[in-house]
Every structure is written in structure tokens, then in C-alpha cells.
């Protein structure tokens, strides 16, 4: 009877090993970019340059359709703005407090402690605008996908003629980086789609660099404190080692 029961629990374990390289080669082929990363390795920093840029694309050719509700907008020091520029910012948009006196919630401008409006007061609104389909909030999106920057900029490049085998249905577009490479989203970035007061380029290669910078800060902004924490540690590990095999050689030594 145990033997019958440990076969079938290999058998078991044997069917998912083997059905999960299945089902992904079961989507459409991805191919993906790989970008030049200045938070990539342990030394890894976010570019303050290119974030603010990239929350320039975010907020011109994005927010329409997407939010990002986790972030407040006195985050955005993180990206260099001061305090009087971030309340120039949040000022820019309106939010709902309430309620006041006579029991009525209210508009007014947005504060640097509030977090950033989304653009659909609900999921449903969302889709009834987007053909049925759902622009994701982009706060911790670069994390929820595996190779999250690669992905992103993949995605927002990838946009691209279907092959002659692939039909597109309506309200659909082709795109090389997305899983099963049909996407609801229309190609949000053809280049110059915003312009920049710093004189970087603003080709879609460029635009979708600075994007994935502001989307990997806005996923893990404690990132640079994590990695410098990790160097510390094994700096002074090192060094920690060091002294404990000199400690080791001399108390060893007299015992010889
Ligand atoms: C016109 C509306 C619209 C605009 C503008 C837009 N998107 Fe989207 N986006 C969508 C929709 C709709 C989806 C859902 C697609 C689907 O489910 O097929 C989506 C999905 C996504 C996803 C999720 C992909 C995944 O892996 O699930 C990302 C990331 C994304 N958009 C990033 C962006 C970025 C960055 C911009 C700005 C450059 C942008 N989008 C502009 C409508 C939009």
C-alpha cells in the first residue's frame, strides 16, 4: 500500500514538472529587450535625471488610462523635486475630501501628503472606457513581472506588424513582449511624445528608458538604502573574517 502511494505522488510531482514547461510554451513567443540599467547589480542607483523624465511620460502620455495609486506626491522627492516644486505639482490635480459641513464631499487641489488621483473612480469605469479590458495600476507593476525592466521597456517598444499567421481582432494590437502578443493596449509611444526641457533624447527608445527608471523607483524606492545595506554587510563581513582567522592562527599557533 505505501509503495502504491509513494509511486503515485511521483507520478504526481512527475505530471507537474512536466506540464508547466507546456503551458508556457503555450502563449506566443516573447522576446524581450535587455536595457542598460543604472539600479542594476549591487552598486545599482536610480538616475534622478531620467526618473523625472520618465514621470513626464508617465504623466502626458500614461495617466490618461493608468493609475498609481500607492504613490503620494511627496514621494517624489526621491526624483530631486524640492518641497515647494512638489506642491507645485500636486497642485495640478484634484482630489476628493470630505465631508464638510453640510455633509457633502468636496473637490480640491491635491496636497503632497495625498496620493495620486487615478484616473477611473473604479474598476468597471476602467474597463467600459478601455474596450472591456483593464489598464493595470503601475505603482508596483515593474515587480509583479518577471524581469520587470526589461519587461517594461520591452513592452512599450515591442508594439509591431503581426506576422502574416497571426489575426488580429478588433481592439487588439500585436506586440512582440506580451504574453500571447495580442494586447488591449494601443502602442502608447511613437517618440518626441513629450518634450524635454534637458535636452535627452526623446526617441520611443529613449522615452521608454526614462518610463522604466520612474516605474522601478515607483515599485521599490527604497532600493539604493537595500543595496548599500548589502554592501556594508559584506564589507564589513570580510573584514570580520579576516580577523577571525588571525585570531584563530595565533591562539592555534601557541597550542602547537
Ligand atoms: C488608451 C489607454 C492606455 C494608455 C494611454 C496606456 N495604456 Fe497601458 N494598458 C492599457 C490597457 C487597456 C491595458 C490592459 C491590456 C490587456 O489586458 O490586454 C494596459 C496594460 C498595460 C501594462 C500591463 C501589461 C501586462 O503585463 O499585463 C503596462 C505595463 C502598461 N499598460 C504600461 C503603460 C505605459 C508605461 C503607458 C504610457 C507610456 C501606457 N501603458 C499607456 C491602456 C493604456
Known sequence: MRRVLIAAAVA???????????????AGSVKL??????????????????MQR????????????????????????????NEAEIKAIAAEYEVMDGPDDEGEMFMRPARPADLMPT???????????NNGALPPDLSLIAKARANGADYLYSLILGYDEAPADVEVPDGMYYNSAYSGNLIAMPQPIYGDDVEYTDG??????????????????????KMEIRKR???????????????????????WAEIH
Not at 529587450?33 to 531620467?50: I, L, N, R, T
Request: contains cysteine.
Open 12 to 26: 504526481c510531482l512527475a505530471a507537474v514538472g512536466l506540464s508547466t514547461p507546456v503551458l508556457a510554451a503555450g
Open 33 to 50: 529587450q535587455a536595457g542598460e540599467w543604472s539600479f542594476a547589480g549591487p552598486f545599482g542607483y536610480f538616475d534622478k535625471g531620467a
Open 54 to 81: 520618465g514621470f513626464q511620460v508617465y504623466r502626458e502620455v500614461c495617466a490618461g488610462c493608468h493609475g498609481m495609486e500607492y504613490i503620494a506626491f511627496r514621494n517624489l522627492a526621491d526624483l530631486g523635486y
Open 119 to 129: 484616473p477611473y473612480r473604479n474598476d468597471n469605469e476602467a474597463r467600459a472606457n
Open 200 to 221: 535627452a533624447p526623446s526617441t520611443p527608445e529613449g522615452l521608454a528608458s526614462d518610463l522604466t527608471h520612474f516605474l522601478m523607483w515607483a515599485a521599490e524606492p
Open 229 to 251: 545595506i548589502g554592501v556594508a554587510a559584506v564589507f564589513f563581513l570580510s573584514i570580520f573574517l579576516i580577523m577571525s582567522y588571525l585570531a584563530k592562527r595565533r591562539v
